[in-house]
């Protein structure tokens, strides 16, 4: 198994397909690689456990088709596929012993009992789980049914993807970090795909080697954590990767500059005309930095948050409220400053989406 | 610390729920306890017996006794036979009822139907149902060739009075372990999936367990109400033939109203009482002292 190809998925759960808001997933073409991690981020509602759900076959999309490798697989049954899920919540079995519910999906799938045995043990010392391996699964705590499922998800050998639907939610904050770096390990050590749904930033940026991000029912964009940060597709990318999210501001576009209400921005390339659309300049509080009055654009000051690590100063672009970075040398300004924006960290928007420049 | 005020005029807000306590439980209770310990040669003069009707009807080689042995017997027969059928097939129904979809509301309504009839028609359409020569049911099974007839055979009695509790109550059973099912998350039967197991697979290892707590309380109900059980088995057969499907709460009544015999009837509901509620204490014991031995509960 290498790879697992979306060929023009989308689903509707009610209605007819065809009209836009009936998608809970819009159309949708891409190709997982072997031994990637994933990260599906987005906020809620905006398809992504669908998207997990079509992959496992829990459901059946309305349209497209889903391939492993070349095979077409959108209408085999789960169990028939190579998948394992883990769920948000835990779901485990009552009855059973931790070794009995780690063993379940292999001995389903009969395997010989020797090798099950291995397996457990292996996946059970990951996972710490060994000294509770005989213990009645029903009396635990959430964190360690949690890591039950997770174990039984991984137990398999043969699955061409894990897939994990916000796994940690119920897990305590500290554990979640020590548990992610596991996960990390383990996808290290067994070269798997994984897929890896959140709606945490910073648990998709730490655990992925690529991120799909995504809105509506539509992916914005897939790339490494630094192409995220660094060059935003979309908007709502700029905004929900980064704390603060981007700074955003309307303008008008001319050639090579930028009005954003009374002053004028030096563009890196020259711009098409856009009649009719938005236009927005787009940066990130960390390439803003604030500089004495007279430097950069002209702003006011407002406040500064001093968040130990870095302070961040809100400020008045003329009339568009705005994230810039204090520098370390620099006492707390108040009333008139300057802004600098770091050369090729200013981006161009236009319908919420991205534009390069041509060079000037 | 204690600080919260003390004012004893706060007792006449429980006084009114006391008294109503006092004339609907406590004293027709006391009553029937008077009467045990007494006996009585007619026109309202009672004496001091002791404990000896107690003695008489825990005693089988006495009338009263052999016809209690008798009775309770039946009885725990009785319970015993219903709650083997009426416990697996109210979990079978319950897994076929729809749980979405516009046949949920119709198929709910279908199972209550029988729970919704008073005892005594139950009992009417089933003496109707059983006759051989105007009643559906007896006279199909007398044309199959099989002698049935409740009225004279102790055995068509017995079958009569069963199925009739099975199509009476089986209905609780099934929307009790209907809205257990209900409860189960979908998740885990997304998991059952993901983890390859069969059909059978997840109603032992998920249905099962996850109805445990309901099969607890509609096994209690059952069995309390079958216990007690009166007024079919006294509409259909009347305790009949001989004394067949004479349960205790038929006896009583033929005791107490029938013979007028105050002082065994009021024995023979205090026992009958005591049974009920040392059957109920252990069941709850025994099933509660399981949870807490497994841990806290899920």
Not at chain 2, 52 to 61: G, H, Q, V
Not at chain 2, 83 to 109: N, Y
Not at chain 2, 252 to 268: S, T
Request: with cysteine; proline share 5%.
């Amino acid at each position: 198994m290498s790879r697992i190809t979306l060929d023009g998925i989308a689903h509707a759960y009610r209605g007819t397909a065809g009209k836009q808001d009936d998608y809970a997933l819009k159309p949708l073409h891409h190709v997982w690689e072997q031994g990637m991690a994933y990260a599906l981020l987005g906020p809620s509602g905006c398809g992504k456990t669908t998207l997990l759900n079509i992959i496992s076959g829990l459901v059946t999309p309305s349209e497209g088709r889903l391939l492993f490798d070349e095979k077409d697989v959108t209408r085999l049954p789960t169990e028939k596929r190579n998948i394992a899920q883990v769920f948000q919540f835990p779901v485990i079995y009552d009855t059973m012993t931790v070794a009995e519910n780690l063993a379940f999906p292999l001995k389903n799938r009969g395997l010989p009992r020797a090798q099950i045995e291995a397996r457990v043990k292996e996946i059970a010392g990951i996972l710490d789980l060994t000294p509770d391996l005989n213990r009645r699964a029903r009396g635990l705590t959430a964190d360690a049914k949690q890591k039950i499922s997770l174990g039984r998800g991984l137990v398999r050998a043969d699955v061409s993807a894990v897939l994990f639907d916000e796994p940690l939610t119920v897990i305590d904050p500290g554990l979640k970090w020590e548990l992610r770096s596991k996960l990390k390990a383990v996808h290290r050590a067994l070269d798997m795909l994984m897929i890896y749904v959140t709606h945490d930033q910073v648990e998709a940026l730490t655990f992925a080697d690529r991120v799909v991000v995504m809105k509506d029912g539509s992916v914005l964009q897939v790339g490494t954590p630094l192409d995220l940060f660094e060059r935003p597709e979309h908007t709502f990318v700029g905004y929900f990767i980064g704390s603060p999210g981007m700074n955003l501001l309307p303008a008008t576009i001319t050639g090579n500059r930028a009005r954003v209400g009374t002053l004028e921005i030096q563009l890196d390339g020259t711009y098409p005309n856009f009649i009719d659309r938005t236009a927005q300049l787009g940066i990130r509080p960390d390439h803003a930095i604030l500089a004495a009055p007279g430097q950069g654009l002209p702003v006011q000051v407002q406040r500064v948050d001093d968040l130990g690590r870095v302070r961040l100063a809100r400020v008045m672009l003329g009339n568009h409220p705005m994230v810039a970075t204090v520098p370390q040398d620099m006492s707390v300004p108040v009333g008139a400053a300057g802004v600098l924006f770091e050369p090729g960290r200013l981006h161009v928007y236009i319908d919420e989406r991205r534009v390069e420049g041509a060079a000037a | 610390m204690n600080d919260k005020p003390v004012n004893n005029r706060a007792w006449f807000f429980v006084l009114p729920v006391l008294i109503i306590v006092l004339f609907s439980a406590l004293l027709p209770l006391m009553t029937v306890v008077n009467y045990s310990v007494q006996d009585t040669i007619g026109q309202n003069s009672f004496f001091w017996n002791g404990a000896a009707w107690f003695r008489e009807l825990l005693d089988p080689t006495t009338d009263l006794g052999d016809r209690f042995a008798g009775a309770l017997q039946r009885n725990l027969v009785f319970s015993f036979i219903i709650l083997i059928i009426e416990v697996p097939l109210g979990i079978a129904i319950s897994l076929c009822m729809p749980r979405s979809g516009w046949k949920v509301g119709p198929t709910l309504v279908i199972m209550a139907l029988p729970l919704l009839i008073p005892w005594n028609v139950v009992g009417t359409i089933w003496q109707i149902f059983g006759r051989i020569d105007i009643g559906l049911l007896g006279y199909f099974i007398n044309s199959l060739g099989i002698d049935y007839n409740y009225t004279g055979d102790a055995a068509s009695a017995w079958f009569t009075v069963v199925a009739m509790d099975v199509w009476h109550w089986t209905s609780l059973v099934a929307l009790l372990c209907f809205a257990g099912l209900k409860a189960i998350p979908d998740a885990y039967y997304q998991a059952a999936r993901i983890d390859g197991a069969s059909r059978l697979s997840v109603f032992r290892n998920i249905e099962l367990p996850k109805l445990r707590r309901v099969l607890v309380i509609a096994i209690l109900l059952r069995f309390m109400d079958s216990f007690m059980i009166y007024t079919e088995p006294f509409v259909v057969t009347g305790g009949g033939p001989g004394n067949s499907t004479t349960f205790i709460s038929v006896d009583l009544v033929k005791i107490a109203l029938g013979e007028f015999d105050l002082g065994r009837a009021a024995a023979l509901s205090l026992v009958y009482n005591i049974i009920i509620l040392a059957v109920c204490w252990l069941f709850f014991t025994v099933t509660t002292h399981l949870d807490q031995r497994e841990g806290r509960p899920s």
